[in-house]
């Protein structure tokens, strides 16, 4: 990857295109690499979803997300109750997934709640991954109730850009929200 030193992090919501020049006169031969790749003790998702084309490149740049926990339990609860979704739970060797539901029609990244202790903490460093709700202040009332903490209460983006809000998880990562209106 051009100009990139991989970091241990704890939030991983990573698809970085390899050259910023995709996005402008895509052709055939420029494509996005498709797999994942392990670094300095990181998992890395590449992804295209694009065939070849002589048209522009259209798609968003991310498209998943992981959360690391510590208790899964604990997680899908407090998720599930504070953001008002089911999660589904995956059992792969070494690691455990909850997904986040996915609509392929929808517009966004989606992602998991992930438990694998020897790749990935819980922390307040590294990415940060916003989740678009509808009402911020409903989401951060049912934070302390479920085991988290409010870090930033709602703040005004300015503009049309909409509001945002950051909580700490039940597993000691720092979560943000982003609703359109107020």
Same mark, same amino acid.
């Given at each position: 990857?051009?100009?990139?030193q991989?970091?241990?992090?704890?939030? /991983? =919501?990573?698809l970085v295109?390899?050259?910023? +020049?995709?996005? $402008?006169?895509? $052709?055939?031969?420029?494509?996005?690499?498709? &797999?994942?790749f392990?670094?300095? !003790?990181?998992?890395?998702?590449?992804?295209? +979803?694009?065939?070849? @084309?002589?048209s522009?490149?259209? *798609?968003?740049?991310i498209?998943?997300?992981?959360i690391?926990?510590?208790? *899964?339990?604990?997680?899908i @609860?407090?998720?599930?109750?504070?953001?008002e979704?089911? /999660?589904k739970?995956?059992?792969?060797?070494?690691? +455990?997934m909850?997904w986040?539901?996915?609509?392929?029609?929808?517009?966004g990244a989606?992602?998991?709640? *992930?438990?694998?202790?020897?790749?990935?903490t819980? @922390?307040h460093?590294?990415?940060?991954?916003y989740f678009?709700?509808?009402?911020?202040?409903a989401?951060?009332?049912?934070v302390? /109730?479920? !085991?988290? $903490?409010v870090? +930033?209460? $709602?703040? =005004?983006? !300015?503009g049309?850009h &909409?509001?945002v =809000?950051?909580?700490?998880?039940s597993?000691?990562?720092?979560? =943000?929200?982003?609703?359109?209106?107020?």
């Open positions: 990857m051009l100009g990139y991989p970091r241990r992090c704890s939030l /991983l =919501a990573i295109p390899i050259d910023p +020049q995709l996005y $402008k006169n895509k $052709k055939p031969d420029n494509q996005l690499v498709v &797999g994942f392990y670094s300095n !003790g990181l998992l890395f998702y590449l992804n295209n +979803q694009s065939s070849p @084309s002589t522009p490149l259209i *798609m968003n740049p498209n998943w997300f992981e690391p926990v510590t208790d *899964m339990p604990r997680a @609860s407090f998720y599930e109750a504070v953001l979704f089911d /999660l739970l995956n059992e792969l060797p070494g690691m +455990q909850a986040f539901p996915n609509d392929p029609k929808a517009s989606t992602g998991c709640l *992930m438990l694998a202790p020897t790749h990935y819980p @922390s460093e590294g990415t940060l991954v678009s709700v509808k009402d911020i202040d989401v951060l009332t049912r302390p /109730l479920h !085991g988290g $903490k870090l +930033q209460g $709602k703040m =005004a983006l !300015g049309e &909409g509001f =809000a950051h909580f700490e998880d597993e000691g990562n720092r979560v =943000a929200l982003h609703a359109v209106s107020g």
